[in-house]
């Protein structure tokens, strides 16, 4: 079947500028079409969602593709999100006829699809007839035809020609019972754009939110340097300076713009679906531990959350496969972006990945099953594996899919296959479960960003905090939950805050009210420097947490010293990065350093404040087995009893609901583990009642209920 609809580009034009993608600064969340997520994709229906994302355009034959998914327990497929080219060939001419015969043959075979938007690679004719389409680099230049995600947000042809392919799309597919959703773009997140239109829509943003130049001025600190704004023309964006250096109040701003333009360029397509196919679930895939976007903010716009894993790339110490803790701190970051819902992982990796400029790591077959049931455990209702083919053309030739160039049903589809036949004894036991946990892992958006902009000193990475936090409270068998500013903190035990950086009035007394009442804080060093404004605080440090953490700082040495160590129980533990000298007041010293000037100093403390702690950690030590002791005090102080010893490479993470728990037991290594559970326990995927302790192959994974 083939739709025609021809708009006037005229009318898209006025359209796009009646309706401007950057709404306004922080604009309130959009309500979601109220389908519980996993109601529209099968979970509650009883099915597991289980799939590979798939190019019928440029695969096939579709026939021969849906009978080997349906055999390997396929029942879900994401399509589309860069076929904007063969579903509009010419302007306003659009060709559903493919992808109608695609799912078709699909459905027949038991798949049901989510389709993306394809508005993250803009066909060659629309970039030809409107060039400035073309995002622009700070140094004025467009960036060139060929690539992807390189449009300007609030160019008005583009958001018009992204109405029009949306308007179309929703239409045609709004009764299709074979669609149960839509994923909005890929992996939305850059690049920045510095034309005309953008400078005027960030002019615009603060406009919005200081409403006068004199709050801006006053908030910005723009007296320094003698940079005051008379006029709001004025104001720039933070691209090439001099020294390449600029007003950092000005460039969290621009964060936070650029974050909220993101989210409104969504909500502009999530309102057009809504309107025309509301019985259809709102998604996109996000990317973990990225954080151009705040996800907790854009997540308010989606039904659910969906994120794109590939643990083996290699982009930093925590992303390769023998370090499972950054997929999980991935995953439980996906989940608490949008209040513990329990979420899917849309791209899982099922091959070797590699583009033109990088290679990931090559990984035994066994192990990608490994990985989609820890997405499992960390709270996905779904899985969906890229890609089903490895692609003949273009930059992701040595992106390797479930199934290589010639279709041979390799080793990994016979993973595959074996995966989604467990999956269907798993169905009942895992339904109406998800994590829960009695720690939290705050993460400041504000924190991150200010970070970007002024890197503190060689050797810092936010990120690297959270990891060795996370990682010592995984390795103790606990669940995490990962929260944000405005999350609620009531149903936790223990809150650990690395550096605060920036940090507004709500926060502080959120943590203030949290500590008082009974919880235990955690904090660790350049907490409180700033205000929301990414000004430095007039108090003595740390600032607004001084009277919590019962210290204050007075001076600092930023990694001078190579070789610092502290010491705490006697033991002495490498420290790195950056050292905050502690002078308790009703704090008490747990840690000190031991060399340079400051020798005997506190490094570490713990403040009771009515009827909880807080705890400062002023530097980085650099040793697991710190935080593991430090941890290890903290949970017993506060009624947490940690899970059983784990062996290296082995993780453990538990799913409840209805008064039953799941416990999931993960060997990522090539040897054989045991894990001493206390109990005997059904192990789901075998059926039979487990031993103490439990033997865990290498790449083996246990399901283990009561």
């Given at each position: 079947?083939?739709?025609?609809?021809?708009?006037?580009?005229?009318?898209?034009?006025?359209?796009?500028?009646?309706?401007?993608?950057?709404?306004?600064?922080?604009?309130?969340?959009?309500?979601?079409?109220?389908?519980?997520?996993?109601?529209?994709?099968?979970?509650?229906?009883?099915?597991?969602?289980?799939?590979?994302?798939?190019?019928?355009?440029?695969?096939?034959?579709?026939?021969?593709?849906?009978?080997?998914?349906?055999?390997?327990?396929?029942?879900?497929?994401?399509?589309?999100?860069?076929?904007?080219?063969?579903?509009?060939?010419?302007?306003?001419?659009?060709?559903?006829?493919?992808?109608?015969?695609?799912?078709?043959?699909?459905?027949?075979?038991?798949?049901?699809?989510?389709?993306?938007?394809?508005?993250?690679?803009?066909?060659?004719?629309?970039?030809?007839?409107?060039?400035?389409?073309?995002?622009?680099?700070?140094?004025?230049?467009?960036?060139?035809?060929?690539?992807?995600?390189?449009?300007?947000?609030?160019?008005?042809?583009?958001?018009?020609?992204?109405?029009?392919?949306?308007?179309?799309?929703?239409?045609?597919?709004?009764?299709?019972?074979?669609?149960?959703?839509?994923?909005?773009?890929?992996?939305?997140?850059?690049?920045?754009?510095?034309?005309?239109?953008?400078?005027?829509?960030?002019?615009?943003?603060?406009?919005?939110?200081?409403?006068?130049?004199?709050?801006?001025?006053?908030?910005?600190?723009?007296?320094?340097?003698?940079?005051?704004?008379?006029?709001?023309?004025?104001?720039?964006?933070?691209?090439?300076?001099?020294?390449?250096?600029?007003?950092?109040?000005?460039?969290?701003?621009?964060?936070?713009?650029?974050?909220?333009?993101?989210?409104?360029?969504?909500?502009?397509?999530?309102?057009?679906?809504?309107?025309?196919?509301?019985?259809?679930?709102?998604?996109?895939?996000?990317?973990?531990?990225?954080?151009?976007?705040?996800?907790?903010?854009?997540?308010?716009?989606?039904?659910?959350?969906?994120?794109?894993?590939?643990?083996?790339?290699?982009?930093?110490?925590?992303?390769?496969?023998?370090?499972?803790?950054?997929?999980?701190?991935?995953?439980?970051?996906?989940?608490?972006?949008?209040?513990?819902?329990?979420?899917?992982?849309?791209?899982?990796?099922?091959?070797?990945?590699?583009?033109?400029?990088?290679?990931?790591?090559?990984?035994?077959?066994?192990?990608?099953?490994?990985?989609?049931?820890?997405?499992?455990?960390?709270?996905?209702?779904?899985?969906?594996?890229?890609?089903?083919?490895?692609?003949?053309?273009?930059?992701?030739?040595?992106?390797?899919?479930?199934?290589?160039?010639?279709?041979?049903?390799?080793?990994?589809?016979?993973?595959?296959?074996?995966?989604?036949?467990?999956?269907?004894?798993?169905?009942?036991?895992?339904?109406?479960?998800?994590?829960?946990?009695?720690?939290?892992?705050?993460?400041?958006?504000?924190?991150?960003?200010?970070?970007?902009?002024?890197?503190?000193?060689?050797?810092?990475?936010?990120?690297?905090?959270?990891?060795?936090y996370y990682g010592s409270l995984r390795r103790q068998g606990l669940n995490v939950d990962v929260v944000f500013p405005q999350s609620d903190l009531s149903a936790y035990k223990i809150v650990i805050a690395p550096s605060l950086f920036v940090l507004t009035p709500e926060l502080a007394?959120?943590?203030?009210?949290?500590?008082?009442?009974?919880?235990?804080?955690?904090?660790?060093?350049?907490?409180?420097?700033?205000?929301?404004?990414?000004?430095f605080t007039d108090e003595t440090l740390p600032g607004p947490l001084a009277r919590l953490a019962g210290i204050a700082i007075h001076d600092y040495d930023p990694q001078t010293s190579q070789d610092q160590e502290i010491v705490m129980n006697g033991r002495h533990y490498p420290a790195?990065?950056?050292?905050?000298?502690?002078?308790?007041?009703?704090?008490?010293?747990?840690?000190?350093?031991?060399?340079?000037?400051?020798?005997?100093?506190?490094?570490?403390?713990?403040?009771?404040?009515?009827?909880?702690?807080?705890?400062?950690?002023?530097?980085?030590?650099?040793?697991?087995?710190?935080?593991?002791?430090?941890?290890?005090?903290?949970?017993?102080?506060?009624?947490?009893?940690?899970?059983?010893?784990?062996?290296?490479?082995?993780?453990?993470?538990?799913?409840?609901?209805?008064?039953?728990?799941?416990?999931?037991?993960?060997?990522?290594?090539?040897?054989?583990q045991a894990v001493p559970v206390g109990e005997a326990y059904h192990d789901a995927l075998s059926g039979a009642v487990t031993a103490e302790p439990v033997e865990l192959p290498p790449y083996a994974v246990r399901v283990l209920v009561k």
């Amino acid at each position: 079947m083939r739709l025609r609809l021809v708009l006037p580009a005229t009318f898209l034009i006025t359209l796009s500028i009646l309706s401007p993608v950057v709404i306004a600064a922080r604009a309130p969340a959009q309500n979601s079409s109220g389908a519980k997520p996993f109601d529209l994709i099968g979970w509650n229906g009883g099915q597991i969602v289980y799939g590979v994302d798939y190019y019928p355009e440029a695969e096939g034959p579709v026939d021969k593709d849906a009978g080997m998914m349906q055999a390997a327990g396929i029942n879900f497929v994401r399509m589309a999100e860069f076929a904007w080219a063969k579903m509009e060939p010419t302007e306003g001419h659009y060709d559903f006829a493919w992808l109608d015969g695609a799912l078709k043959v699909l459905n027949a075979h038991g798949i049901k699809a989510v389709l993306g938007t394809p508005s993250a690679s803009p066909p060659a004719w629309l970039m030809a007839k409107y060039p400035d389409i073309a995002a622009m680099d700070e140094n004025g230049v467009r960036y060139r035809y060929g690539s992807r995600r390189n449009y300007c947000m609030n160019n008005p042809h583009f958001l018009a020609a992204v109405r029009g392919i949306v308007t179309a799309m929703a239409e045609h597919y709004k009764n299709h019972p074979g669609v149960i959703g839509w994923q909005i773009d890929n992996e939305l997140g850059g690049p920045d754009c510095y034309d005309s239109l953008c400078l005027a829509a960030f002019q615009k943003w603060c406009r919005t939110k200081y409403g006068s130049l004199d709050a801006v001025n006053k908030a910005w600190g723009t007296v320094f340097w003698g940079h005051t704004y008379s006029a709001w023309p004025q104001i720039p964006l933070p691209w090439n300076t001099l020294y390449g250096v600029h007003n950092p109040s000005l460039e969290l701003d621009y964060h936070r713009y650029f974050s909220d333009a993101s989210r409104d360029f969504l909500v502009m397509q999530a309102d057009i679906l809504r309107r025309i196919a509301p019985g259809k679930a709102i998604t996109h895939n996000e990317m973990g531990l990225f954080d151009n976007i705040d996800y907790s903010h854009l997540n308010t716009a989606l039904d659910f959350v969906a994120w794109d894993n590939y643990p083996m790339i290699d982009f930093s110490s925590h992303a390769t496969y023998e370090n499972y803790e950054g997929a999980g701190l991935a995953h439980d970051l996906m989940r608490g972006s949008r209040s513990q819902q329990n979420f899917m992982v849309m791209e899982q990796e099922g091959g070797l990945p590699g583009w033109n400029t990088f290679w990931g790591h090559q990984a035994p077959p066994e192990l990608y099953r490994v990985w989609a049931y820890q997405a499992i455990a960390h709270g996905a209702d779904g899985v969906c594996y890229f890609r089903w083919r490895t692609s003949r053309y273009g930059t992701e030739q040595y992106w390797q899919g479930v199934l290589d160039q010639d279709s041979y049903p390799n080793a990994r589809y016979g993973i595959v296959k074996q995966m989604g036949g467990e999956l269907t004894r798993l169905k009942q036991i895992l339904q109406g479960t998800r994590p829960v946990s009695q720690v939290a892992l705050l993460v400041s958006p504000d924190a991150r960003w200010a970070f970007h902009i002024q890197t503190l000193v060689k050797g810092f990475d936010y990120n690297e905090q959270l990891h060795r936090y996370y990682g010592s409270l995984r390795r103790q068998g606990l669940n995490v939950d990962v929260v944000f500013p405005q999350s609620d903190l009531s149903a936790y035990k223990i809150v650990i805050a690395p550096s605060l950086f920036v940090l507004t009035p709500e926060l502080a007394q959120k943590l203030a009210a949290f500590a008082a009442g009974g919880g235990t804080l955690v904090l660790t060093y350049r907490s409180g420097v700033k205000d929301e404004h990414n000004v430095f605080t007039d108090e003595t440090l740390p600032g607004p947490l001084a009277r919590l953490a019962g210290i204050a700082i007075h001076d600092y040495d930023p990694q001078t010293s190579q070789d610092q160590e502290i010491v705490m129980n006697g033991r002495h533990y490498p420290a790195k990065v950056w050292f905050d000298i502690l002078t308790p007041g009703t704090a008490e010293t747990l840690a000190t350093y031991d060399k340079e000037y400051y020798a005997g100093s506190a490094a570490v403390t713990r403040n009771q404040l009515d009827k909880g702690n807080v705890y400062y950690v002023g530097t980085e030590p650099d040793a697991p087995e710190f935080y593991d002791s430090l941890l290890a005090g903290i949970l017993r102080g506060a009624g947490i009893t940690p899970g059983p010893p784990l062996p290296e490479g082995v993780e453990m993470a538990t799913r409840e609901g209805d008064a039953r728990k799941v416990i999931f037991l993960l060997n990522y290594t090539a040897s054989n583990q045991a894990v001493p559970v206390g109990e005997a326990y059904h192990d789901a995927l075998s059926g039979a009642v487990t031993a103490e302790p439990v033997e865990l192959p290498p790449y083996a994974v246990r399901v283990l209920v009561k």
